[in-house]
């Protein structure tokens, strides 16, 4: 998820400095903002329309320049929706640690994760549009710099770790998903190899070490389909009003198509719906709703058309009466994304998303809207003292999520959702949790520690152009994309990698020698499969032994038919 966005709400590093993450409409304040977070502005949501364009599109006489237009953007950073990004990304930890805390529901933080991205996505791209900026280019850089240097550093770390530390067969099929984990494919991998097995809840954490990436796939697809379809729309569309009516039409049919869709078709083919990304795109196109809502163009726009309906609602409601239903809606919005990780239950994730789905993205949506700021003009705001500026008046939900540790977690939300999975896998899954809750904390603790580092040391150096320019950075990117996918397909077509000077075959208990189950020695890695390592993994034997063992962390997983090595051979 990210950002599940993929974009972090907290992109705007150095810029956040400036009153109120403000970008002004002139002045050395607003070029140091420009200046600064030009390569990572995902936090920034545009509030303005930019320069004033005629019926083709062109700048009318006397109007702003072109570095004008740019300055003339409100260009805010928003610490809440980092302060959200920890509601989602924390009770997905929690979830999958063996509900730690009681998040029953926390796969639901993926659903908040969605909206939060088609927000900021969809914002970023119609601000550029409206800017006259060359879209695809600048928004595909912007997303190599966002994902690929923390998911590449995953990547070598695990190659390492599970080339001298995992079984063999464990090691060959985790580099099998981290190829389509390369090509944005997660989502299509885990359908296929799953569906007859019950979808993703039929996956243990030891078969599956990247099955997070699914939802990574989704978005990332979304990124490739979003800008293409609004750059189309805004080339053949000449004038400013066709535009924004075609792009509502367009948003509108897809998101009923997909949400009825959803919601028809999960009782038959839940694996399909979970997994793709037809099935989930209502969820990232109502975070599109509000970025074209929240902006000053989309307010103006539903303020002619309620004026038009005879429904002047300024003419109703006080300024306290606004801000009354603002705070009322930020916070039902968060009390029933509160209510929905505790009263979903893990039965109910094998119908999932259907239209339980519902429940999360409307809190994401009313908390997105109802913390929305309000900027009030004030004098000598700007660093130097020179020039008026705007101050930032926020709800009290706003504030609360405004939470400095809620925000710093947030920030590397990104990193800790690709991190605590394998985490899990690799030092035992679900034996851990379910006899040492403490354990399980501890284990997020090193998540968040990892994270931080993977987002301080690598993230951060490749979103600033100042550190890896364009060039450079796609000439790195594409070399290290290629050898990494070279190397994940020669070991998977190859079967090598994994250790087996640290495991043996149980020959006592009438298995053969060749048998893929594998039992403590006594040099074994601690971190990884103990004496209660679930065996159903690795040969037809083992599923008859597992039999015989206590039931799993997942009771009602439907029975497997096959093992997923045979899956694998079958791929291949």
């Given amino acids: 998820?990210?950002?599940?966005?993929?974009?972090?709400?907290?992109?705007?590093?150095?810029?956040?400095?400036?009153?109120?993450?403000?970008?002004?409409?002139?002045?050395?304040?607003?070029?140091?903002?420009?200046?600064?977070?030009?390569?990572?502005?995902?936090?920034?949501?545009?509030?303005?329309?930019?320069?004033?364009?005629?019926?083709?599109?062109?700048?009318?006489?006397?109007?702003?320049?072109?570095?004008?237009?740019?300055?003339?953007?409100?260009?805010?950073?928003?610490?809440?929706?980092?302060?959200?990004?920890?509601?989602?990304?924390?009770?997905?930890?929690?979830?999958?640690?063996?509900?730690?805390?009681?998040?029953?529901?926390?796969?639901?933080?993926v659903d908040v994760f969605f909206v939060i991205s088609g927000y900021l996505i969809t914002s970023i791209v119609l601000r550029e549009l409206c800017m006259g900026k060359p879209v695809l280019r600048h928004f595909w850089e912007r997303r190599v710099r966002r994902l690929f240097p923390a998911i590449a550093t995953m990547f070598v770390c695990l190659y390492i770790y599970g080339w001298f530390m995992l079984a063999p067969s464990v090691y060959n099929n985790f580099v099998g998903e981290s190829i389509f984990g390369l090509i944005a494919g997660s989502n299509f991998y885990y359908y296929v190899t799953t569906k007859d097995l019950g979808g993703y809840t039929a996956a243990g954490p030891e078969a599956y070490p990247l099955l997070h990436f699914w939802s990574l796939a989704v978005e990332e697809q979304f990124y490739l389909v979003l800008p293409v379809v609004l750059v189309c729309v805004w080339r053949f569309c000449?004038?400013?009003?066709?535009?924004?009516?075609?792009?509502?039409?367009?948003?509108?049919?897809?998101?009923?198509?997909?949400?009825?869709?959803?919601?028809?078709?999960?009782?038959?083919?839940?694996?399909?719906?979970?997994?793709?990304?037809?099935?989930?795109?209502?969820?990232?196109?109502?975070?599109?709703?509000?970025?074209?809502?929240?902006?000053?163009?989309?307010?103006?726009?539903?303020?002619?058309?309620?004026?038009?309906?005879?429904?002047?609602?300024?003419?109703?409601?006080?300024?306290?009466a606004k801000r009354l239903m603002l705070e009322a809606t930020g916070w039902l919005g968060f009390g029933l994304i509160l209510f929905v990780y505790?009263?979903?239950?893990?039965?109910?994730?094998?119908?999932?998303?259907?239209?339980?789905?519902?429940?999360?993205?409307?809190?994401?949506?009313?908390?997105?809207?109802?913390?929305?700021?309000?900027?009030?003009?004030?004098?000598?705001?700007?660093?130097?003292?020179?020039?008026?500026?705007?101050?930032?008046?926020?709800?009290?939900?706003?504030?609360?999520?405004?939470?400095?540790?809620?925000?710093?977690?947030?920030?590397?939300?990104?990193?800790?959702?690709?991190?605590?999975?394998p985490l899990w896998c690799f030092q035992g899954g679900e034996r851990l949790s379910w006899n040492n809750v403490v354990s399980a904390l501890m284990l997020t603790m090193i998540a968040i520690g990892l994270s931080a580092v993977s987002t301080h040391l690598i993230e951060q150096p490749f979103r600033s152009k100042k550190h890896v320019d364009r060039k450079s950075l796609w000439i790195i990117s594409g070399i290290v994309w290629a050898a990494l996918l070279s190397f994940s397909i020669s070991v998977y077509v190859l079967d090598v990698g994994g250790s087996n000077k640290t495991i043996a075959a149980r020959a006592d208990e009438g298995l053969n020698s060749t048998s893929a189950i594998y039992v403590p020695t006594g040099d074994e890695p601690f971190t990884f499969f103990l004496e209660d390592a679930n065996p159903e993994l690795f040969s037809l034997e083992g599923i008859e032994a597992s039999k015989k063992k206590t039931p799993s962390m997942y009771p009602n997983r439907p029975p497997k038919t096959e093992p997923n090595v045979a899956i694998r051979n079958i791929l291949r």
């Avoid at 002004?24 to 600064?36: P, T």
């Avoid at 928003?78 to 998040?103: K, S």
């Avoid at 039409?249 to 979970?274: D, E, H, K, Q, R």
């Fill in 1 to 109: 998820v990210p950002d599940l966005e993929e974009g972090d709400a907290g992109e705007v590093v150095e810029g956040r400095d400036h009153p109120a993450g403000l970008r002004l409409r002139g002045g050395k304040q607003a070029e140091d903002a420009s200046h600064e977070t030009e390569a990572s502005d995902d936090a920034c949501v545009p509030l303005s329309g930019g320069v004033k364009q005629g019926e083709n599109g062109e700048k009318k006489d006397g109007e702003a320049s072109a570095v004008e237009a740019d300055v003339s953007w409100r260009f805010i950073y928003r610490p809440e929706i980092d302060g959200l990004r920890f509601w989602a990304v924390m009770p997905v930890v929690f979830y999958h640690y063996g509900t730690v805390l009681g998040f029953t529901g926390g796969y639901a933080g």
């Fill in 342 to 421: 505790f009263y979903f239950t893990r039965e109910m994730e094998y119908t999932y998303p259907y239209y339980y789905a519902l429940g999360p993205c409307a809190g994401a949506l009313m908390v997105i809207v109802g913390t929305t700021p309000v900027f009030k003009p004030t004098k000598d705001l700007s660093k130097d003292g020179d020039g008026d500026g705007e101050e930032r008046i926020m709800t009290t939900c706003g504030l609360f999520l405004s939470f400095s540790p809620f925000v710093w977690i947030g920030k590397i939300s990104y990193a800790l959702y690709l991190w605590h999975w």
């Fill in 238 to 320: 000449k004038t400013d009003r066709k535009r924004w009516m075609t792009t509502l039409g367009v948003f509108g049919f897809v998101f009923l198509a997909s949400f009825a869709f959803s919601v028809g078709y999960t009782p038959i083919n839940n694996p399909f719906c979970f997994y793709l990304l037809f099935a989930r795109a209502w969820e990232l196109l109502i975070g599109s709703f509000i970025g074209i809502a929240t902006s000053d163009l989309g307010i103006a726009a539903m303020s002619r058309v309620l004026v038009g309906l005879g429904l002047n609602l300024s003419k109703y409601f006080s300024p306290l």
